[in-house]
């Protein structure tokens, strides 16, 4: 190195900002904050709110041009997770990402949740992305991948598990198990009616004049 170069890690910003959402999914995110602190008026305005599209959970976006902001915005979400948290190979999120179902929906969470931390007033919600939401994403993900997917995407490896569970002989086993739950849960004996009929208790103080003691029936005693 000559006495005028510098380091090469000194022609890099310290840190990246975390990425922003494309212009659709902000004005997914700001409907949904209409949904949970505007007036009645404004939430009746967006129609059935239980439809309204949810960045952290992908599948219940629907519109093709929406899913595919929500993908890019979740791979400018990995590449920054990447270079601004990883350090060892073994915590870096394959590229192969999008192939793997489980990295989608926790990715999705992740980022949802990291871009809400960063709206903050305040470190709290941050600290405690950084404390519980990140590593506990690291670990499952290492758990899940192993190392699967180091040189390339691997084939899924639970694949021949998965199909035997839903093949006919598993399938109406589980409905077998199914149906003796049910059998179980019947009433036996009685009628069902029968079990929900009130009864009355002679503790000595009724009389007979008076109550039938059969039936709960109060006797005409008006010619006495």
Known sequence: MSANSKPSYLGAFMVRPFPEP????????????????????????LGDLRMLPRPWDPSSIREPQLRRELWTWLDLVVSWLNAEYVWDVVGIIPPCWPRHPHLVHEIAVLADQRRSAGLGFNSDALEEWHRYALPAFT????????????????????????????????????????????ALMKPRGRDASESLRLHLIDTGNLNPDVVDLETGEILDCGNE
């Open 22 to 45: 494309g212009r659709a999914l902000r004005h997914c995110y700001r409907e949904l904050h209409i949904a949970a602190n505007g007036t009645a008026e404004q939430r009746k305005a």
């Open 139 to 182: 670990e499952r993900g290492r758990t899940r991948l192993k190392d699967h997917c180091e040189e390339g995407h691997s084939d899924w490896p639970a694949r021949a598990r998965y199909s035997r569970h839903g093949a006919d002989p598993a399938v109406q086993q589980r409905d077998t198990v199914f149906a003796h739950d049910e």
